[in-house]
Nanobody, 124 residues
């Protein structure tokens, strides 16, 4: 059974940085999965923040490009989200997610394994 456990959230002032971590367990083979970070702010729909494939191909939503970086450590079954130049609008619950990748290596939607989330709060 796949389990995802996030950590690293917290409260920071605008312009600050945080690094989120997500440790995965229960994968048969790490390289068969896509990993992603999603977020949901109060009263808003969940949105995709960043994804990474087993080949380290990454995607980002426009609002975080140049500020956030997704990466992974296959040996530790861990995916990270480095968040810099944080803005109050980045405040949300951040979720780690995984999905069995397509044969092409790309990530299908929706993601079907989810962590419990870690709160990020950015004050102005």
């Amino acid at each position: 059974q796949v389990q995802l456990v996030e950590s690293g959230g917290g409260s920071v002032q605008a312009g600050g940085s945080l690094r989120l971590s997500c440790v995965a367990s229960g994968f048969i083979t790490w390289r068969w999965y896509c990993m992603g970070w999603f977020r949901q702010a109060p009263g808003k729909e969940r949105e995709g923040v960043a994804t990474i494939t087993s080949a380290d191909s990454t995607t980002y939503t426009d609002s975080v490009k140049g500020r956030f970086t997704i990466s992974q450590d296959n040996g530790k079954n861990t995916v990270y989200l480095e968040m810099n130049s944080l803005k109050p609008e980045d405040t949300a619950m951040y979720y780690c997610a995984a999905v069995y990748r397509l044969a092409s290596g790309s990530c299908p939607s929706p993601f079907n394994f989810w962590g419990q989330g870690t709160q990020v709060t950015v004050s102005s």
